[in-house]
Every structure is written in C-alpha cells, then in structure tokens.
C-alpha cells in the first residue's frame, strides 16, 4: 500500500528548530518529486517546498533561508528541518507526492499530517 | 502570484443534488488547474488535475471544466461522503498557489 507517515511536530518556542520527517512505504521516495504543503489553522493550503528526484530543492518565499528539505534514501524518508521559526509557521504539515514529474504541483498521494504550534 | 478566487465560500445542499462550484484566476493559467477535496481532520485528495482530467480512482460524479481564468467543479449527484471543502489550485505560475476553499455542507 502507498503510504506517507509524519512524525516530528510539536510544540516550539519562537527562534526554534524542528525536524519533520515523512516515512514513505510502497513507493521509493528518491524517484518521484516530493514536497511539503502547510495549512494553518482554520485557513488554506500553503505550498512550502519541493525536492526533485534529480535532488534539485525549490521553496515558497516564506521559507526560503529557514526550512530546508531532504531525503535518505537508504530509508525512504523526506524531512523538513525548520530553523528560526515564528509564529506564523504555525500549521498541520503534510507530505505529499507527485503525480508526475511534469506536474508535480498536483499531488496525489499525502500524509496525515504533522501539527507544529510555535509559540512561547 | 496568480490569486484564485473560490465562490461561493459556503454552499449548502442536500444529497442527490448538483453542486457548481467556482474558481477564478487572477489572470490566465491555461488549463493549469487541479481540485481537491478535503475532509475534517484529513488530508486533501486530489479529484481533477489540468481542468478536466479525473485523478485515480475519482468517482465519474465528479467532473471540472474551464480554462484560461474561470474553472467550475461539478458534482452531478451529491452523495452523503461528498460533503467536504473544496479547494482549487494552479501550477501555471510559480509557486503554485491554492484558493481559499469552498465548504459544502448539507442543507
């Protein structure tokens, strides 16, 4: 079964790091394009960052300089690791994956999600 | 940044009914558009991608037209597992943006 399991939210204090990560079963995370998406609460969906099979890393202005997105591939696992957080990154984080290389905005398979609530 | 605008924000309908839901496009994204539908407490589910195409495993219920600035939703019959909000997105322009939703309730 094609699965996506979050782990690593919580709650931090403003100025703070987090490590998200997103275990990946029934599909190799390194061969399609994987990306983060954040919804704050009661609002919309937030695109937040992108990594490309090829290992090429995209962001939303947001983020840029502050999150960081990889992959291990030996455990077919995606992370976001977030420094200087403020409170406005407050949200339920989810990872999703591609469709397809070609248009990998549209995503078709996503996690649960993971909440971080940054606040002192 | 191309803003998409969702209308109506809230609709209420009963079960067996039609729904028309409504994106707008700040300025023209082709047919660069996909829909999702989300559940309280779940992650959203891809439906239609490029306007018109349904995703896998999308009930034939579901369809999405448009191109250019204005794209509409339509469900041809509600079912009770349909009520949900709805949300638009475009991969014309970077980054890729979503609307604000629209939520479907039961009337």
């Known amino acids: 079964e094609v699965q996506l399991v979050e782990t690593g939210g919580g709650l931090i204090q403003p100025g703070g790091s987090l490590r998200l990560s997103c275990a990946a079963s029934?599909?190799?995370?390194?061969?399609?394009?994987m990306s983060w998406v954040r919804q704050a609460p009661g609002k919309g969906l937030e695109w937040v960052s992108v990594?490309?099979?090829?290992?090429?890393?995209y962001y939303a202005d947001s983020v840029k300089g502050r999150f960081t997105i990889s992959r291990d591939n030996s455990k077919n696992t995606l992370y976001l690791q977030m420094n200087s957080l403020r409170a406005e990154d407050t949200a339920v984080y989810y990872c999703?994956?591609?469709?397809?290389?070609?248009?990998?905005?549209?995503?078709?398979?996503w996690g649960k999600g993971t909440t971080v609530t940054v606040s002192s | 940044e191309i803003v998409l605008t969702q209308s109506p924000a809230t609709l209420s309908l009963s079960p067996g009914e039609r729904a028309t839901l409504s994106c707008r496009a700040s300025?023209?994204?082709?047919?660069?558009l996909a829909w999702y539908q989300q559940k309280p407490g779940q992650a959203p589910r891809l439906l239609i991608y490029?306007?018109?195409n349904r995703a896998t495993g999308i009930p034939a219920r579901f369809s999405g037209s448009g191109s250019g600035t204005d794209f509409t939703l339509t469900i041809s019959s509600l079912e009770p597992e349909d009520f949900a909000v709805y949300y638009c997105?475009?991969?014309?322009?970077?980054?890729?943006?979503f609307g604000q939703g629209t939520r479907l309730e039961i009337k």
């Open positions: 999703a994956r591609a469709r397809s290389p070609a248009n990998w905005r549209y995503m078709d398979v």
């Open positions: 029934g599909f190799t995370v390194s061969s399609n394009y």
């Open positions: 990594i490309y099979s090829g290992g090429s890393t």
């Open positions: 300025q023209s994204v082709s047919s660069y």
């Open positions: 490029d306007a018109s």
């Open positions: 997105q475009q991969r014309s322009n970077w980054p890729g943006t």
